[in-house]
């Protein structure tokens, strides 16, 4: 995942070997933001539109899950 910390688009990057993943945003307080599925192993995501702070980036893949912690400034 890159640029962190992010502006305005982040891009989420998973394994050559993983057919897609699901993508869930949440809060620094746990609240579910977006949610969405990417059938390639990259998606740029817009991040314009939310207010500087620490979010939480869980990435599922069959390989397994990941979280990762986002800074929007």
């Known amino acids: 995942m890159y640029p962190n910390p992010v502006k ?3 891009t989420i990057k998973v394994s050559n070997n993983s057919r897609g993943f699901r993508a ?3 809060s620094i307080l ?3 933001i977006k949610s969405f ?3 390639e192993h990259e998606k740029t995501y817009d991040f314009s539109n939310y207010k500087s702070g620490t979010y939480i980036l869980k990435v ?3 390989n397994g899950t990941s979280l990762h912690k986002i800074l929007k400034i």
Do not use: A, D, L
Request: net charge negative; glycine share 6%.
């Open 8 to 10: 305005e688009r982040i």
């Open 24 to 26: 869930t945003i949440y």
């Open 30 to 32: 746990g609240v579910k």
């Open 37 to 39: 599925t990417q059938n």
């Open 60 to 62: 599922e893949t069959e």
